[in-house]
């Protein structure tokens, strides 16, 4: 039975990784999905044609996260496509790893403005598309906001502040009924961290090391917990943080 039939879920960053993996499961639950993405037009639509592929409902909308035109529209889109809001993924993020010698002004604002600002701007507007029967915000977080490696300054810091958005949302949105939480990935595999290249380093050999299941994790690890938390089995959880990490701390 599917857990999700008649729910509406936007994913933000989900032309790839985790994202997509999160839409896909969603779209394979029943909810129809918004696939958003910046730039990656040709990542997104492969997205919805999957979904599709699989009987479910999905459409890809373009737009920057850290925009407040691009947010609006995003959800301006929704609506038209399917009518309302049930589900609010902000999965959207990106990171870069340098020592604190190279860290630069324009580096921690294009991770802040896509990793918080995003968020928050994507609820902000967001909640006035939620009916009265309220619904679900996962914020995709990461256990480096309590355990950082070197190098992830910026990075974990943005992190760190988005589990404090869930926290104070939670409490600021509950009376509405709407849930906030936060997902929060150990070392997983994507095309973005391939890219980086840290999953060669020494970096990389310590994060697999300190997994107690021995492995990294991959997207479809992650989606799970994801519908879980979209879901009415979840409908008494609200301001958590969830480590789906294969036990990294």
């Known amino acids: 039975m599917q857990t999700l039939t008649g729910k509406v879920a936007v994913v933000t960053g989900a032309s790839k990784g985790i994202g997509a993996g999160i839409?896909?499961?969603?779209?394979?639950?029943?909810?129809?999905?918004v696939v958003n993405y910046a730039s990656d037009q040709e990542g997104a639509d492969r997205v919805v044609r999957a979904i599709f592929a699989e009987g479910g409902r999905a459409v890809a909308v373009q737009g920057d996260v850290a925009k407040i035109e691009d947010i609006r529209r995003l959800f301006a889109e929704t609506k038209r496509a399917f009518g309302g809001l049930d589900v609010l993924v902000n999965n959207a993020g990106v990171f870069r790893f340098?020592?604190?010698?190279?860290?630069t002004e324009q580096e921690f604002h294009r991770e802040f403005n896509t990793n918080v600002l995003g968020s928050i701007l994507a609820i902000q507007e967001g909640v006035k598309y939620f009916g009265s029967a309220g619904g679900s915000i996962i914020n995709i977080s990461s256990v480096a906001s309590t355990n950082p490696p070197p190098q992830s300054v910026v990075y974990s810091s943005t992190k760190a502040a988005l589990d404090s958005v869930t926290r104070v949302l939670a409490a600021e949105l509950g009376p509405r009924q709407i849930r906030v939480n936060s997902v929060n990935p150990g070392a997983t595999e994507t095309e973005g961290a391939n890219d980086t290249g840290v999953f060669g380093t020494e970096l990389g050999q310590r994060l697999l090391s300190d997994t107690p299941l021995g492995r990294f994790g991959q997207p479809r690890d992650i989606a799970p917990a994801v519908v879980f938390l979209a879901s009415d089995a979840a409908n008494w959880v609200t301001g958590e943080t969830i480590r789906v990490s294969g036990g990294l701390k």
């Not at 340098?98 to 860290?103: F, Q």
């Open 98 to 103: 340098d020592p604190i010698e190279e860290v």
């Open 23 to 33: 839409a896909r499961a969603l779209g394979a639950e029943g909810a129809a999905v």
